[in-house]
């Protein structure tokens, strides 16, 4: 395949083609960050990916990054590189909802440890994403400001919880963006959007500054276009933080020097489990050619089995509630957050109108789920037993790859879906998950990238490793996309496109009140 020419909007640049034109000194960081801030003034009146926007801040730290590069010091992949950050990663002086009505008016002292790093790095943040209430949705139709759009279909979900974040990188309103990966909240918006998100495993990035759903299972990672430009963000986000009790103080290996093209003799496994009844024959397709063309590459693939990854979503709704409803029994309307005491008869009282009122329809279901999972005379059979099914779970993981490298499979059973079509539904949204929830169940790392098209929408192959081999996942989809241009193709999403009828709350411009 020819290589593409480097296109002439800065917005369609990767990080790594942006990176090269900084330091040759053919755009400044001004220039770029203020194409990615027109851009966000164009379509997101459409797709709604953001929901603050630091216009003020961003030129100002891209003129701090412009004195770098003049200067030739401190350099690094991401200097001068206009992000977008997930509203569930806290950020000093600037806004931070988690996408609740509870959290609208709360403003951080202090910044997670990844967009400290991000900064130190000499990236500009662009602003707050949108996303499912405290990360908890497959469609982003659960943020109290109103449902992000899918670029490629602006009538369909961008999936979920980071919904903004993938549909950000999408429409070419960030470069690259973080996002929070719960049960499959970074690898199947990007398959629904045709990014690259990637869950990285627990413990090789800090959790400090993120606002918890489920601690056991919450992971921080990145969206791009490429490959490549996933292995820059992750270099500077990945490693060891005292500051986070779950942080694991493993090597970070150097990323871009995997990327070699070469996955001669790599073995993939291929789980007769992930490809059942109920997955559309278009994604099953895409993924299908996608293994021919690794083998190509000189890929080997075997058949494995995971037989009890049938029991991940039942278990996984029974943890990720239960850890849920003891993360939010902070907010009570006392400590911070909204508060509705006045006129309230007690503190009890004002207490559940507070809890009402700040909390939608789908977190409020996850707190009665999992507290009934922990109460008295329960505790045993139901969570007791799910986190036993979770270890049977990562045995079966520990299993298949003493045998392979990585394991492959669809990322998302469907393409994109309507935006509505599930919201009376939870059962179907919840198997929007069905691929992706037992990599968080075991710990493991996992990677969604474009695969192709079915029906002109994107379809995402997820990649499955063992802990720590993020490296090995990225230097497969790397050699993938040496060989194919499904990264490189952009939604028809016109500049001024017509606001949705879908009516939405729009957070101001600028730093947090």
Not at 169 to 187: K, N, Q, Y
Request: aromatic share 8%; with cysteine.
């Amino acid at each position: 395949m020819t290589t593409p020419t480097t296109p002439t909007e800065p917005w369609r640049w990767t990080i790594a083609e942006a990176a090269e034109k900084l330091r040759a000194k053919e755009i400044s960081s001004v220039e770029l960050t203020q194409a990615h801030l027109d851009r966000i003034q164009a379509v997101d009146g459409a797709v709604h990916a953001f929901l603050t926007v630091t216009a003020e801040a961003a030129l100002a730290e891209a003129q701090t990054a412009d004195a770098r590069l003049a200067q030739g010091r401190d350099l690094t992949p991401l200097t001068g590189i206009p992000l977008g950050i997930k509203d569930v990663l806290v950020t000093e002086g600037v806004t931070t909802t988690a996408g609740s009505r509870f959290l609208e008016h709360f403003v951080p002292p202090y910044s997670a440890t990844v967009v400290q790093r991000l900064r130190a790095a000499g990236a500009i943040s662009l602003g707050k994403l949108n996303m499912d209430e405290f990360a908890m949705g497959s469609s982003t139709e659960n943020s109290a400001y109103g449902p992000t759009h899918n670029p490629w279909d602006l009538e369909r979900v961008p999936g979920g919880s980071s919904g903004g974040s993938a549909a950000a990188v999408a429409a070419g309103e960030a470069m690259g963006t973080l996002g929070s990966d719960t049960g499959g909240s970074i690898r199947q918006p990007a398959a629904l959007t045709n990014t690259v998100g990637m869950k990285t495993t627990y413990g090789r990035v800090s959790r400090f500054g993120l606002i918890a759903f489920a601690s056991s299972l919450d992971q921080i990672g990145p969206f791009t276009r490429t490959a490549r430009d996933c292995a820059s963000l992750l270099q500077h986000i990945a490693g060891y933080d005292p500051k986070d009790a779950t942080s694991l103080d493993v090597p970070v290996p150097d990323y871009a020097a995997m990327l070699t093209g070469d996955i001669q003799g790599m073995t993939i496994g291929i789980p007769k489990e992930y490809f059942v009844e109920g997955t559309e024959p278009g994604v099953v397709k895409v993924v299908e050619e996608a293994i021919q063309t690794l083998k190509g590459l000189g890929a080997n693939f075997i058949d494995i089995s995971l037989p009890n990854t049938r029991y991940g979503l039942p278990a996984y709704y029974i943890i990720a509630p239960a850890e849920a409803s003891a993360n939010l029994a902070r907010y009570d309307g006392v400590k911070y957050g909204l508060s509705l005491r006045d006129g309230a008869a007690d503190l009890q009282d004002a207490l559940m109108t507070t809890r009402q009122a700040g909390f939608g329809a789908e977190v409020r279901r996850r707190i009665m789920l999992g507290t009934y999972a922990l109460s008295s005379g329960y505790y045993d059979a139901y969570y007791k037993r799910a986190e036993q099914v979770r270890t049977l779970i990562r045995r079966d993981f520990d299993a298949a790859f003493a045998r392979c490298d990585a394991i492959i499979s669809p990322t998302s059973p469907t393409v994109a879906f309507k935006i509505g079509a599930r919201v009376d539904d939870p059962y179907a949204m919840y198997l929007s998950d069905l691929f992706t929830i037992p990599a968080n169940l075991a710990g493991i790392c996992g990677v969604s990238f474009q695969g192709g098209f079915s029906d002109g929408l994107p379809v995402g192959v997820q990649l499955l490793g063992q802990p720590f081999a993020e490296g090995t996942l990225l230097r497969v989809a790397d050699a993938f996309q040496r060989v194919t241009d499904y990264h490189t193709r952009w939604p028809e999403l016109a500049a001024s496109a017509p606001k949705p009828k879908a009516t939405r709350t729009k957070k101001s411009a600028g730093k947090g009140k």
